[in-house]
């Protein structure tokens, strides 16, 4: 699979540097570093993407700059991808309303697009969109993508003896390598602790998704991330931790 990155900033620079790391073989990954100074209303978007740019199956959209987001349909047609994988991280970036051109606007290209909010919900099937939705879709190169990087999901080994982690496997990272991060720190950790220093881990990688207050979650994107990859540990570790049972006086 030929994936293009789109990136302005350090957030996209991590997301793609994890990706060509560890990325299945026969992929490739080239980056383009869009321009940031943009008019307010862009009418030729073409005049801003280079004709030169790679051929490309999927694009990641990983731009901190929602101007950047209506250059995403030209960048496709010149590069040929027939998906794009568009993160809400930050509504900053990508507010929703955008989100919802874009998709529309790529759909008239024929290219599929998700927008997965945040990054790290996307499986092979949906993503999350709100705190209780999650929207499907059916695309080949964005599930295949997902099968690797999306939604933290890590098998753990743990010690019935000692209820100590013992190994722990990533089976699919976060895009921006923080499952990856977690799963080495927890080996020896106890099962009661787990929970807890998955979301310690998570959150001094550090997460980028954005810290302010979102609409759609009543929340943070960065605890809404840190809770994805700790319901995975937690139901994991749940079986081997220690049950204190209080019995009430008489």
Known sequence: MRILAV?????????????????????????????????LFIDYPED??????????????????????????DVCSVTGAQAVIAPVDSEA???????????GW??????????????????????LVTR???????????????RYFGQPELRIEVSPE?????DVEVLRDAVCGCAR??????????????????????????????MGIDPDFSDTLMHVSGNLLRDNVAEQVKPFKQVTRIRPSS
């Open 162 to 166: 000692s209820r100590a982690i013992g």
């Open 132 to 146: 209780r939705q999650r929207e499907p879709y059916d695309n080949p190169l964005i599930a295949e993508f997902a």
């Open 106 to 127: 790529l759909a008239d290209d024929g290219v599929a697009c998700v927008t997965p909010k945040p990054l790290c919900s996307l499986t092979e099937r949906d993503y």
């Open 93 to 103: 970036w990508l507010p929703r309303g955008l989100a919802r051109q874009l998709c």
């Open 7 to 39: 990136i302005t900033g350090d957030y996209g620079r991590r997301h793609a540097g994890n990706v060509r790391q560890h990325a299945p073989a026969g992929w490739s990954l080239a980056e383009w570093l869009a321009p940031t100074t943009l008019p």
């Open 48 to 73: 801003y993407v280079p004709a030169d740019l790679p051929p490309a199956d999927l694009v990641l959209a990983f731009q901190e700059h929602k101007g950047v987001a209506e250059l995403i349909p």
């Open 181 to 210: 991060h977690v799963a080495a720190g927890l080996a020896g950790v106890f099962a009661d602790d787990a929970e807890f220093e998955a979301g310690m881990l998570h959150h001094h990688y550090p997460c980028l998704a954005s």
